[in-house]
């Protein structure tokens, strides 16, 4: 089985049409995993319809920071829930022993100094979060509130299935936001560029279950980057250019 693994389409910024890129993204594969930021929110709904129809494989997806702007955070998520490729808060095996299991992950602000915090573009774009970008205290709780509950949610369903581990012995973790730094980046981005929470989820679990191996996948930086956490837990983040969705790995399951 080849699985590939993409992120960060931001299919608003393409000239080639959806339904082609669709195409060109899946073929030869046996599924594709998306790690967010396929577009953006207002466009959402569209661009998800015409990926699913133009797809020769089944899709698997999570929502990233862009897939938020414009609309309602919630509203997203409710989008998304139409299509039977959204794997956040999901488990979904593959082969007997991998499995794929998803969350959307939000920046948590716990890294850097916060004063960088108002670099992102999704302070302005996010309707919730314009309201609060002067409210003093309040904008930082929902962050954060945002990606504890995600990573909650993550840490529930990995618990929850730890029956799966018996035969399982590969779970690849599909999200958007990094859950650990890249120390070559700048710690301009750290405030919002990582899900520190997510990372301490992703240890604390991979300690419980050494014997199988958690591989998570993300996007939002656009750079290639592969991380070590734990003898049993890695990170890959794959290149991306605005304009150039292509496919950043390809996974064989066989």
Known sequence: MKLGITGDLHLGHVETPVGQVAKALTAGLDGLVICG?????????????????GATCPLHFVL???????????????????????????IKKLTPEVCLVGANGWFDARLG??????????LIKIPELF????????????????????????????????????????????THYPPWHNEQDSPIYYPWSVSSVMGEVLEEVA????????????????????????????????????????????????
């Open 37 to 53: 930021d396929i577009s953006i929110g207002r466009q959402l709904e569209s661009h998800l319809g015409i990926l699913h129809k």
């Open 64 to 90: 990233g920071n862009h897939d938020r702007w414009t609309i309602p955070y919630a509203d997203s998520h409710k989008i998304a829930q139409a299509y039977p490729g959204y794997l956040a808060g999901k």
């Open 113 to 122: 100094n916060l004063r960088n915090l108002y670099g992102t573009n999704d």
């Open 131 to 174: 309201k609060e970008l002067y409210v003093e205290g309040v904008l930082l709780d929902t962050l954060r509130n945002w990606a504890d509950t995600d990573a909650l949610e993550l840490k529930t369903l990995l618990l929850s299935n730890a029956a799966l581990y018996d035969t399982v012995k590969r779970v690849i973790v599909v």
């Open 207 to 254: 300690a419980a279950w050494p014997d199988v191996q958690f591989d998570v996948m993300a996007g939002h930086t656009h750079q290639e980057w592969f991380y070590q956490a734990a003898p049993n837990l890695t990170l890959t983040t794959g290149r991306a250019e605005y304009g150039q969705p292509a496919v950043q790995r390809v996974l064989d399951l066989t």
